[in-house]
């Protein structure tokens, strides 16, 4: 099944903790990002990489890293530095102007 | 900047109605557009897309969208609502290539169907 797979699907972070959240696709797309959704807010854009090992930061990358390392995988990791990380997290990867979207990551900071 | 708007952020129907949801773009060139649906925590999916052509496009579930140039439009309209319709609705256009082709997304309007 092709498909793009988030992991975890909740996770909870202390203040002050960076964490790492999974995607990884095996669409053989080039193309992958991660959005960050908050109630009322629509889908903002946080890093997108169009290649391997190249990443542009989005409209709020403050407080976000990522890398891409394979094509198959782009991992956000949300620093200690991000002020407000609780969100719903989603990652889309495409070929061409079409996304296809994961299922998400929830993260709760406590 | 491309911007999309979508004025409902809440809507009501009732299950069997007919059903459009509004949603308006700014951005200079031709627009790729596309309408995606998210059902409670979940990911979303894609309903429907326009990149060029018959400006009437199909999509999956029913739904169907026009595209309307001269207003700046891509409304979403179903003849006949399932109360398995009720989810959220987003409205998005891709940008440019200088921003990896990532969507833009207008706010979303939430969908309501009751019995």
């Known amino acids: 099944d092709g498909g793009i797979t988030q992991s975890p699907k909740y996770l909870f972070r202390k203040e002050g903790q960076n964490v790492t959240l999974s995607c990884e696709q095996n669409?053989?797309?080039?193309?992958m990002y991660w959005y960050r959704q908050d109630p009322g807010q629509g889908l903002r854009l946080i890093y997108y990489s169009q290649i391997v090992n190249d990443f542009q930061k989005g409209d709020i990358a403050e407080g976000y890293s990522v890398s891409r390392e394979k094509k198959e995988s782009f991992p956000l990791t949300v620093t200690s530095a991000q002020k407000n990380p609780t969100a719903f997290y989603l990652c889309?990867?495409?070929?061409?102007?079409?996304?296809?979207f994961g299922p998400g990551t929830r993260l709760t900071v406590l | 900047a491309q911007s999309v708007t979508q004025p409902d952020i809440h809507i009501t129907v009732s299950e069997g109605a007919s059903l459009e949801l509004r949603c308006n773009y700014s951005y200079g060139a031709t627009p790729y557009l596309f309408w995606y649906v998210q059902s409670p925590g979940q990911g979303l999916q894609l309903l429907l897309k326009?990149?060029?052509?018959?400006?009437l496009v199909q999509g999956i579930k029913g739904f169907e969208a026009e595209f309307k140039r001269s207003q700046s439009s891509f409304n979403l309209r179903k003849p006949s609502v399932h109360w398995s319709d009720a989810a959220e609705y987003f409205c998005a256009v891709a940008a440019d290539q200088d921003s990896g082709y990532a969507l833009n997304f207008g706010k979303g309007t939430s969908l309501l169907v009751t019995p």
């Open positions: 889309a990867s495409s070929l061409g102007y079409e996304q296809f």
């Open positions: 326009y990149f060029s052509g018959d400006t």
């Open positions: 669409l053989n797309h080039d193309a």
